[in-house]
């Protein structure tokens, strides 16, 4: 027999086969088919709970420290997961997000409609190679130290939104109104919600074998996107869809907080700073910052800040007097009347042009992170700020005015590695680390 068989059949035959495995694994849908699970030591990670305004780590029942956040948004992470060629960038943005210090990100648990990656395609119906990308994000975020805010529906069109669920429901013969506000408080479409939800947390990772309601990966549910009314008149549909809501998902888990996913505007009866608002238009939305987020089965206040499409005939000046005042505004009511954490879930601002040699963007997110830095030395209820929102390269399609690439931003990249720093001095959670120098933190002045 010729001894060169192996090289003229054997092994090209081989080489063909790992070849068609790689195509098929990654560019077709093995939904129907039982891979095995990974096979790996997850890093020990406790859960986040709360204690009075302020987040603590859990840690078998025993509250030990507390945790004050730096995080950001990439919200594009679930899609970017759905085939392998790209999931390297979501690795890739989880990695450099722990390279910066920060510990949470938020992102979209979502995506509704007929797109071929879209996760739920009809009510209860999901896409289960998507569902696989969401596994792939909590996983990866697992592997590097970050835990993730999920948010379950989006108030906006994009990634289907309330209106589709509104779709679903005339589709299928349900009378409704043409106003999405429909979605507060239609019972079909509620149980549209909560068949999605319930879907979600019950969920068993394909990588790792967890449930999502036992994953502390996971930092918190966030009930909507942005929810808004298209009518103030509905803002009691609203109070009573989040009171709703946040019991039932309480009710699947008691592990992970919880939050409404608020702007942070205060209605006209508010008990809160109502002045604080940046123009009439807020209190027209149906939502109050103080009301929202009273509810008994809310953990933490979110609060989004974006000077520059909220006042954006303000000059730099008063951009910086504006959001100087909405933070401290939200600090005291969270403390005060509130007494629960306030978390700055999107903070966004344009890079614009250097002023006194410093960008917009640097001079505004500066003073967010210091009012932060302050309440958090105090003890008080600014419990972080969470960027609006970073990139890696090749996922330009997902950007906005406020999107940006960190490591292509010295100046900014500095600021965001500077808070995680002095923010996790604050909590003590760098005492007694055993890897003290693949810390990104270690050598930073502390604060």
Known sequence: MNSNWRDKKFYPTIGIIFLLGFIYLNYFDNSYFSFPIITWSPPKMGFVGVNGTRFVLVDNGNIESPVYLNGWNSYWLMEESVWGPSRYRVSDMLKKGAEMGMTVCRTWAFSDGARPNDLQTQPGVFNERVFKGLDYVVYEARKHGIRLILSLVNNLNAFGGKAQYLRWAEEAGVNITSSTDSFFSNPIIKEY??????????????????????????????????????????????????????????????????????????????????????????ASLGSDFIKNSAIENIDFASVHAYPHSWIPDADLAAKVKYLSNWVDAHINDGENVLKKPVLFTEVGALLVTKTGGLYDRDILLRMVYDQIYESAKRREAGAGVLIWQLLVEGVEEYSDKYSFVAWKCPSTYKLILEQSCRLRNTSRSLKNRKDQHKDPCFSQKRG
Not at 209 to 233: D, H, Q, T
Request: net charge positive; with cysteine.
């Open 193 to 282: 919600y909560k068949s999605y939800v319930k879907a979600i947390l019950t969920r068993k990772n394909s990588f790792t074998g967890v449930k999502y309601s036992e994953e502390p990966a996971i930092f918190a549910w966030e009930l909507m996107n942005e929810p808004r009314c298209k009518s103030k008149s509905s803002a009691s549909a609203l109070q009573a869809w989040i009171t709703e809501m946040a019991a039932f998902v309480k009710s699947l888990d008691g592990k992970h907080l919880v939050t409404v996913g608020l702007e942070g505007f205060y209605s006209l009866n508010s008990t809160g700073n109502y002045g604080a608002n940046p123009g009439e238009w807020a």
